[in-house]
Each structure stands twice: as C-alpha cells, then as structure tokens.
C-alpha cells in the first residue's frame, strides 16, 4: 500500500461536479492561452495552501454538509483547481495577472485558516510553539540548500527559480513539520513510504538523540534538490510543461507542510 491513510471517495454527485468543474476549467485555460512560467507557479502558491487548510476544516468536522466532500481527500485538490482555475482566467484579463492571482489566494486562504483557529481557540487554545519551530526549521534548511543549489548548479536554479525555490522550500516544510509532529507532538505519519523512513531512522543508534523525523527531513530536501536540477533542462526547453512539473512537485510538499502546520497548531495537546 502506497496511499496514505485517509483517502475517501466522495458521493457521486460531488464526484461529477468537480469533474466536470476540472474539465471547463482547464479547457479554458487552453482557450485562453494563459502562459505557464515559474513566476506562476509561485503566484499559485496560496491556492496550493488553500487545498491542504481546507482539508484541516474538513478533518475538524467544521464544514457545512453539502460542502465537506468537497474538502475531503484527494478531492479537495481537484476543487482547489477549480477555484484556482477560474481566478486565473479572471486574474488573465487584468494588466497584473500574476498578482491577481496571488492575491485571490491569499484571500481564499484567510477563509479555512480563520475557521481553524477559531476552532482551536474553542476547543483546548492554540498550541504555538513547537509548530513555529518546525516552521521556522523548514524555511531556514530550505534557505541553506538553495543557497547550496546556487553555488553548485548555478544555472539550474536561474532557470528554474523562483519555482525550483518553492520546490525546495515546500519540502523543506513538509519535512520539518513532521519530524515535529512525530518526534514532539505524538502525530503519527499517514504516507506508508514516508513511514517506512521514519521507521527505519527509529531503529539506529541515534535515535535516543535525534528522533526518527531528522532522516526523512534529509530525504525531502535531497529529493527536491535533484528534481529541481533534472527538470532545468525541461523548463528551459518546454517552458509550460516543465514549470507545471515544478508546480506539481512544490505542491505534493508545500500542501502537507501547511497542512501539518496547522493541524498541529489547533490540535495538538
């Protein structure tokens, strides 16, 4: 089993809806020809956390009933896609289309944040401190190895950058707040592969020390770096698909690091 835990089908009208919802929408993408670069795919960033929070309301059992399938897992993605999509094709027609769309998400973002906080601050008070370590943990080891990245394949991080940097950035994040969720705040971890690793750390000598969460930190920044520099040549030569390979690989990071972060923040004991 290579699914982590959680995976749910939805009831087939909400199925259909977003279905459909995904196909008008990247159709008229096409359409309209909206052009693909890095810089999108870090305009799109927000709505990559808008994904993953309303996944964290939908866990608390906050949602009103005809909305929670639509923010329960995978399908969460797909109708972040098509809120994304269409605030694409609106931002599109403006004279600052990338900005439009962050901000669009920053915007859709405050909505399932601002519900889990409350929730936390109703049920038990909001727990700070260890997941703004892990936080902080993941943007300061994202800084050092794109620092690295920089000096050692100079020319695959100018042509992937800014993506490439929230590739690593996003994994960086996703690392470093589940090592804390694991090792300091007794979460367990979903993804059957991502618990293989931590098992495996868990049974070295070093264990008593640094926890079983430090190797699979490694293994994520390492991972983003070398995709980061095997796809430069993709971007460089398919400017479009190779920023959206970038976009899908700084999502699967950037979406569980957020997610974790504040599920721990309005969870954790």
């Keep these: 089993m290579v699914l982590p835990a959680g995976v749910e089908v939805p009831p087939l009208p909400h199925l ?35 994904g993953s929070t309303l996944y964290v309301t939908y866990q608390l059992d906050v949602l009103p009933e005809p909305v929670a399938p639509f923010a329960s897992s995978p399908i969460v993605y797909a109708s972040t896609f098509v809120l994304a999509g269409l605030c694409w094709l609106g931002a599109s027609r403006t004279d600052a289309p990338l900005r439009v769309l962050a901000g669009t998400g ?37 800084a050092v190895v794109w620092t690295v990245l ?24 996703d690392g470093a707040t589940t090592a804390v969720g694991v090792d300091v705040l007794g ?57 959206l390979l970038l976009g899908l690989v700084a999502a699967v990071g950037l979406g569980p690091g957020m997610h974790n972060f504040l599920l721990f923040v309005v969870t954790a004991p």
């Design 16 to 50: 259909l809806a977003v279905l459909v919802g995904v196909a008008v929408v990247a159709y008229g993408l096409r359409a309209a020809r909206v052009r693909v670069t890095p810089r999108s795919i870090v305009a799109l960033a927000p709505w990559m956390a808008v």
């Design 187 to 243: 979460f367990g971890e979903r993804t059957p592969l991502s618990r293989l690793i931590m098992e495996f750390a868990a049974s070295l000598p070093t264990a008593d020390a640094l926890g079983s969460g430090w190797l699979f930190v490694l293994v994520k920044l390492a991972l983003a770096a070398a995709i980061t520099v095997l796809l430069a040549e993709y971007v460089r030569e398919e400017e479009a698909e190779g920023s």
């Design 150 to 173: 920089r000096r050692v394949r100079p020319n695959a991080a100018r042509v992937t950058w800014p993506a490439g940097a929230l590739v690593v950035l996003g994994h960086a994040l």
């Design 106 to 142: 920053f915007l859709a973002l405050a909505a399932p944040v601002g519900v889990a906080l409350q929730y936390g601050s109703n049920h038990g008070g909001l727990t700070l401190t260890w997941p703004l370590a892990g936080l902080t943990v993941g943007v300061v080891a994202a």
